[in-house]
Antibody, heavy 119, light 110 residues
Framework: EVQVVESGGGLVQPGGSLRLSCAAS????????MSWVRQAPEKGLEWVSV???????YYADSVKGRFTISRDNSKNTLDLQMNSLRVEDTAVYYC?????????????WGQGTLVTVSS | QSVLTQPPSASATPGQRVTISCSGS????????VCWYQQLPGTAPKLLIY???QRPSGVPDRFSGSKSGTSASLTISGLRSGDEANYHC???????????FGGGTKLTVL
């Protein structure tokens, strides 16, 4: 069974950094397209980033230059390094598998991890 | 402000049919597949419709999707109280090189 579980969320001050991780089971992260999607409190979904084969990645303009998506093949995890965090980055962050290149089809989602950016 | 436009709310009584719209442009819905997600209260989103009108296994045929030009729709027939949720549309945007979502529609079953 395909399953993803996010971790690493928490409270961080503006300007700070946080690293999220998404543990995968039932599939191999290195062979799967994967994305991060976030949802601010009482708001809609916002796509953050996607990683395809190799190091082919895309980012939303709102996080470009501050966030980095990567895989740790030895741990079978997807990571999101978040730097220069802003109050508006406060959200639940979901990890999801992606079906297809340049696709909006997110097949499997985790339960999410909450990131709060506040002083 | 979301790139895709959805009504913020919709409502209907049990047994009725409700349609939720999703309006985009020639760089997203007009040229790429649309997906719909159901998000029950307090839970993660779940894929409901993919490739405009396809249902994943396990999704009842009461849920259907369609697309015409730069707009898409999700129709739920035989409405049930358990269908109360937020519904989100999504598509890849060629101009932005990323996925865009609608703002979500909160469905209330009266």
């Amino acid at each position: 069974e395909v399953q993803v579980v996010e971790s690493g969320g928490g409270l961080v001050q503006p300007g700070g950094s946080l690293r999220l991780s998404c543990a995968a089971s039932g599939f191999t992260v290195s062979k799967t397209y994967m994305s991060w999607v976030r949802q601010a409190p009482e708001k809609g979904l916002e796509w953050v980033s996607v990683i395809y084969s190799g190091y082919n990645t895309y980012y939303a303009d709102s996080v470009k230059g501050r966030f980095t998506i990567s895989r740790d093949n030895s741990k079978n995890t997807l990571d999101l390094q978040m730097n220069s965090l802003r109050v508006e980055d406060t959200a639940v962050y979901y990890c999801a598998t992606v079906y297809g290149y340049t696709s909006s089809q997110f097949d499997s989602w985790g339960q999410g991890t909450l990131v709060t950016v506040s002083s | 402000q979301s790139v895709l436009t959805q009504p913020p709310s919709a409502s209907a009584t049990p047994g009725q049919r409700v349609t939720i719209s999703c309006s985009g442009s020639s760089s997203n819905i007009g040229v790429n597949n649309v997906c719909w997600y159901q998000q029950l209260p307090g839970t993660a989103p779940k894929l409901l419709i993919y490739r405009d009108d396809q249902r994943p296994s396990g999704v009842p045929d009461r849920f259907s999707g369609s697309k015409s030009g730069t707009s898409a729709s999700l129709t739920i027939s035989g409405l049930r109280s358990g269908d109360e949720a937020n519904y989100h549309c999504a598509a890849w945007d060629d101009s932005l090189s990323g996925v865009v979502f609608g703002g979500g529609t909160k469905l209330t079953v009266l």
